[in-house]
């Protein structure tokens, strides 16, 4: 009987070295620019992220940035989502609607943020519809080759037991689709939070970007990558814990 010796390493492991590995790389860039002001190291930014925590003014500019990257996300999944597998499942609206699709896939974010400050004014409903607009092409493109890989044997079972629209879509349509959901959805929060930071960057009075501006402003590093970094961790948060536990459950019946 073989006994292997190979000692294996977690992931949630692998990923704390990492990141351990990042802060050095950082502390080491720190010491050899030498200057503060220019890239201060991860200790020298202990201080004044306490100073904001304790005075508010993070967990309030953070709070609204959430907010409006979780109604972006929930209006471009659902419309993205919506659009592809009709897109996907009939060829003559795919016809009909693939040129626009490319249109707004190449069409720059800038342009689309302020088009709608502009059209719209510069108001909450602006920034949300300007990052849904940038972000339903990515997600449609994404779902549409879904629908397009989807087993038509699967939807003929479904005619011939005559299943209702609720049900195929639960049991025939949304299964086949989970793996390009997610997809769309980790690259989708990914794009869209740092979106919604140029959003507040150009036209918002709160938020993360709006406080990197403020700082930008005042050639303060330290107060931008505090800023910077405390929505990554959030972000790096909800990818941990929410869409990597989701990828591993839709990718469970791949194992079984």
């Not at 639960?170 to 989970?178: D, G, M, R, S, T």
Request: glycine content about 6%; hydrophobic content about 55%.
């Amino acid at each position: 009987m073989r006994i292997s010796t190979e000692r294996t390493t977690s992931p949630r492991t692998v990923t704390i070295l990492s990141i351990l590995l990042l802060g050095a790389l950082w502390v080491v860039a720190a010491a050899l620019t030498a200057d503060p002001q220019v890239l201060p190291s991860p200790f020298a930014l202990a201080a004044p992220f306490r100073q904001e925590l304790a005075n508010g003014e993070l967990l309030y500019h953070l709070g609204q940035t959430v907010v409006r990257v979780l109604w972006a996300f929930a209006l471009a999944m659902g419309l993205g989502t919506a659009l592809g597998l009709v897109m996907g499942r009939s060829e003559a609206v795919n016809r009909w609607l693939d040129p626009w699709l490319v249109i707004f896939l190449n069409l720059p974010a800038l342009v689309l943020i302020v088009l709608c400050y502009l059209w719209i004014g510069l108001t909450e409903t602006a920034a949300i519809v300007a990052v849904t607009l940038n972000k339903i092409p990515n997600v449609t493109t994404v779902i549409r080759e879904g629908a397009r890989a989807m087993d038509p044997q699967l939807d003929a079972m479904a005619r011939i037991y005559r299943m209702s629209w609720r049900r195929r879509m639960a049991h025939i349509v949304l299964p086949q689709l989970a793996p390009f959901i997610t997809a769309a959805a980790r690259s989708g929060i990914a794009v869209i939070w740092k979106i919604v930071l140029v959003v507040e960057f150009l036209g918002r009075s709160s938020g993360i970007g709006f406080q990197i501006h403020l700082y930008f402003q005042l050639f303060d590093v330290a107060m931008v990558l505090v800023y910077a970094l405390s929505f990554i961790c959030v972000m790096l948060l909800v990818e941990w814990l929410v869409l990597q536990p989701w990828e591993r459950r839709v990718r469970r019946w791949r194992q079984a």
